[in-house]
């Protein structure tokens, strides 16, 4: 069971430093309970909240989030924009 958290955990890490990076200009935070793991963005005076379950982070290939990253990053940078996206 340690082995699953650990994993969990070292994704949600990867994730956190891709949205770093990507949204260089947003405030993060992350929280995790009960097997959920939240990623909580604010921009712009926008706040969203991206839960993923720990089976998302384990199951899922790094290629399929990283895709899940790069549209998390683009609809919060539309979000703070005038123009469509």
Avoid at 11 to 34: H, P
Avoid at 58 to 63: N, P
């Amino acid at each position: 069971m340690k082995m699953t958290i650990a994993g969990a955990e070292q994704v949600a890490c990867t994730i956190f430093e891709r949205l770093r990076r990507e949204l260089a200009g947003a405030q993060l935070d992350y929280e995790s309970f009960n097997g959920i793991h939240n990623f909580i963005i604010t921009d712009a005076g926008t706040r969203f909240r991206i839960q993923l379950a720990e089976q998302t982070l384990l199951t899922k290939s790094m290629e399929q989030l990283e895709e899940t990253i790069r549209k998390i990053a683009e609809r919060v940078l539309c979000s703070g924009t005038l123009r469509p996206c």
